[in-house]
């Protein structure tokens, strides 16, 4: 598909709704003072899973993000899970080769701020300093 034809299946969607379905935390309170120490060098591990299930005009994806926070042993001090929600529609029915290019393009852009808040919101309530994820570029 070119980027113009994509350009054009684009403009033909509409986004009825985004929510956050689930989320799971998980934090190490018993090494927190090891985390704020200038020598603790932290592995930040981000992933995104995305499913989708698309009808004639209409397609629910679901994206799930973690990030996952080690030490140079590879044990887990923080992590934090959030599964997403997106409901698009379309007016006439899209092919199957717009909608894999769209999950794996587009769709990162859209739901990724919305995990990247909930980073940072959820660490600075579990008493570490907040974590502030880059932002997302493709």
């Given at each position: ?6 350009k ?5 969607i ?7 379905n689930?989320?799971?935390?998980f ?24 499913d ?7 397609c ?8 996952t ?21 379309s007016?006439?029915?899209?092919s199957?080769?717009?909608?894999d ?10 739901v ?27």
């Amino acid at each position: 598909m070119s980027p113009e034809d994509f350009k054009k299946q684009l403009s033909k969607i509409s986004l009825n709704q985004i929510f956050q379905n689930s989320s799971n935390t998980f934090v190490d309170h018993t090494r927190v003072d090891e985390f704020l120490s200038p020598d603790f060098e932290p592995n930040f591990k981000l992933d995104n899973k995305i499913d989708s299930q698309n009808d004639d005009g209409a397609c629910k994806i679901i994206s799930q993000w973690s990030l996952t926070v080690t030490d140079q042993k590879k044990k887990e001090f923080l992590k934090i899970e959030s599964e997403y929600v997106v409901s698009l529609h379309s007016q006439e029915k899209l092919s199957q080769e717009f909608w894999d290019i769209y999950k794996q393009t587009s769709l990162p852009l859209i739901v990724y701020p919305y995990f990247r808040e909930f980073v940072q919101t959820t660490t600075s309530r579990m008493n570490i300093p907040p974590l502030t994820l880059p932002i997302l570029f493709k």
